[in-house]
Each structure stands twice: as C-alpha cells, then as structure tokens.
C-alpha cells in the first residue's frame, strides 16, 4: 500500500532553536498534506493543511510564523518549528492525500515523529 | 471544544468475542465518518468509513453504525483477534471539499488470548 514517511521520527532540540520535519509521500504523489500535533493522551489536532505549490491553510490557534510549512513537491512536505519552546514538545504527525484518490481511505498517514524541546 | 469523543481510554476484550467501540460527536455539520486504527511508533491506518446517508457499512469482521439522531457511531469488530490490539481513532468531517478531519482521543483496544 502506500507509504508515508516522517524524517526525523524522534528528535532533541534546545530552547530556542529550529527544528525541520519532512513528510514524505514514497510511492505516490499528495496534492495535499496535512500536519496534526498531537499532546499526551488527547486527540490528533489538525495545524494546517499544505497544498503543493501554495501557501498553508493553518487552523485557529496555530501560529503560521512559528510553525514553517512548505510544500515543494508533490511528494515532499516539510514543517519547521521556529524558535522551539518546550511547550512545543508534542508528537508531529503528517497525512498525504493520493493525488488520483477521490476517496477518504486515500489519506495516508505518516508515522510521526516526537519533538522534544529541552 | 472537544467535537468528537471516545469515552473509553481503553477496552478489554476476549478473543473471538465481540469488539465494541463507541464514539460520539457533537457538531451537526459533521456528517463522514471513519474510524482509524493506530499501531505503537506507525501512523494511523484506515479502517473503515460511513457516510451520513448509510447507519451501518460492513467490510469483513468490522461494522460501523451510525445513529444520526443520537450523534453516536460505534465500530464493532467480530471475533475480535489478538492483532487487532491497537488504539482506534475515530474521526469526522464535514463535506463539499473539506478534507479536514477531527479526531476523537482513542481507545486502546486490547484483546485477551
């Protein structure tokens, strides 16, 4: 089936510094990519959606200058976490949607990777 | 706001016996369903999805119901098998283009050989 990959799946940062998440889509190509955060215990909260080509649509709430997203290709989608803070240790999780899918069971999600900020 | 929820963190439940999982939803725009399920370290996987228009839809050993009225949809999975020990995810959308979904928190599903 389709594979969806997160580079890095864990990863370390001090206060302050930036952090790049890639969002892969490996075996087909993802018109749209969706970045979701999810916290301890509670639900995966969609961040924003990226469109290959154009700017991301981000949720209520989410800060688009804190959190970079650019979606070069149709097979690469990246989030940046700019001037992390621990408050922002959370688990980062990307979906593509099939660029031929007309149906939901056509949104692949990543594995996700686990931000933690020191 | 929580719009969807999973009451149940987690269930227990034999093998071979049924699976019950329920989930409800509180924002009547909502009107797909599907319901995701989630390995340790794997992303979510697609399990099965009702549209608003059907109250059951069946693939294999899971069921999906949706009871309109009630805002409540349950998936029902039999016999239950040891790997289907995962955490299930329901979630929701609204249609006519929005491919956003909103996720409920999820229950650990474990099943007892």
């Known amino acids: 089936g389709a594979v969806v990959s997160q580079h890095p799946s864990w990863v370390i940062c001090k206060s302050g510094t930036s952090v790049k998440i890639e969002c892969r889509s490996l075996d087909f190509q993802a018109t749209t990519m969706f970045w979701y955060r999810q916290f301890p215990k509670q639900s995966l909260m969609l961040m924003a959606t990226?469109?290959?080509?154009?700017?991301?649509?981000?949720e209520q709430g989410v800060e688009k200058d804190k959190f970079l997203i650019n979606h070069a290709s149709l097979t690469l989608s990246t989030l940046t976490v700019t001037s992390a803070h621990p408050e922002d240790s959370s688990f980062y999780i990307c979906?593509?949607?099939?660029?031929?899918?007309?149906?939901?069971?056509?949104?692949?999600f990543g594995p996700g990777t686990r931000l933690t900020v020191l | 706001d929580q719009q969807v929820k999973q009451n149940s963190p987690s269930l227990s439940v034999q093998e071979g016996r049924i699976s019950i999982l329920n989930c409800d939803y509180t924002n009547s725009m909502f009107d797909y369903f599907l319901w995701y399920k989630k390995y340790p370290a794997e992303g979510p996987t697609f399990l099965i999805s009702i549209s608003s228009i059907k109250d059951k839809n069946e693939d294999g050993r899971f069921t999906v119901f949706l009871n309109k009225s009630a805002k409540h949809l349950s998936l029902h999975i039999v016999p239950s098998q040891p790997g289907d020990s995962a955490v299930y995810f329901c979630a929701a959308s609204a249609t006519f283009g929005n491919e956003k979904l909103t996720f409920g928190t999820g229950t650990r599903l474990t099943i007892i050989p």
């Open positions: 979906s593509a949607r099939d660029l031929l899918g007309g149906e939901w069971d056509t949104q692949y």
């Open positions: 990226s469109n290959e080509g154009s700017k991301a649509t981000y």
